[in-house]
């Protein structure tokens, strides 16, 4: 199966600043990683995606690469604003004859602070 | 077109009740995904359902747990004789039936408190 790992697990930038979040992961037949946010007490939302076939994708502020090569991805948000503050999810698919599973890291805390 | 839907929000159990949790899918997924969140951690996967078939249940405890995604209705995730442990956040998530990238839909989820 896949695993992912993801860092930091905590992360405190000032508003303004850019904010960076790793992820690894073990499957090279993954070819899918979506990236979700959560807030407190909501469930996680998918905020952007990047598929295999890609190195970089950019969707305003937040910008998420791949590097199939190391297996790694990363999440890059730029001029950060409180209400960036959440929990962050990276994760990477598992292709099965049925569809899709994916396997999550373990989350990124973020706080941006005013 | 309404997202996943869970219900109850919340929902607190005795210890040795039965705790049932549905989820309705996005209208037009056939896939069915339920994850567990603990306080302060990642969200752990339990089990992958397609109508009226368990598709992975790798993550779900051996015993007193059990899903099923019917033919008609929610999605249910039943814990019996609950126990404090039990006590977390249950996340249900769907998607279309198609192979290749596309990423879930989350419910809000369903807040499990065990007394």
């Known amino acids: 199966g896949e695993n992912v790992e993801q860092h930091p697990s905590t992360l405190s930038v000032q508003e303004g600043d850019s904010a960076v979040i790793k992820c690894t992961y073990s499957?090279?037949?993954?070819?899918?990683f979506p990236w979700y946010k959560q807030e407190l007490g909501k469930g996680p939302q998918l905020i952007i995606d990047i598929r295999s076939n890609v190195g970089e994708k950019k969707d305003q502020r937040i910008a998420v690469t791949l590097n199939k090569t190391a297996k790694h991805f990363s999440l890059h948000i730029t001029e950060t604003q409180p209400e960036d503050s959440a929990v962050y999810f990276c994760a990477a698919n598992l292709q099965l004859n049925t569809g899709n599973q994916f396997y999550f890291g373990t989350g990124t805390s973020l706080t941006v602070i005013p | 077109n309404a997202g996943v839907m869970q219900n109850p929000r919340h929902l607190v159990r005795r210890r040795g009740q039965e705790a049932r949790l549905r989820c309705s899918p996005v209208k037009g997924h056939s896939h069915v995904y339920w994850y567990r969140q603990l306080p302060e951690e990642g969200l752990k996967f339990m089990v992958y359902?397609?109508?009226?078939?368990?598709?992975?249940e790798s993550g779900m405890p051996k015993e007193r747990f059990s899903a099923e995604f019917p033919k008609e209705g929610p999605s249910i995730l039943r814990i019996q004789q609950v126990v404090r442990g039990d006590s977390a956040a249950y996340f249900c998530?769907?998607?279309?039936?198609?192979?290749?990238?596309?990423?879930?839909?989350f419910g809000s989820g369903t807040r499990l408190t065990v007394v």
């Open positions: 359902l397609q109508k009226e078939n368990i598709i992975d």
């Open positions: 998530a769907s998607s279309p039936r198609i192979s290749g990238g596309y990423g879930y839909t």
């Open positions: 499957d090279s037949a993954s070819n899918y």
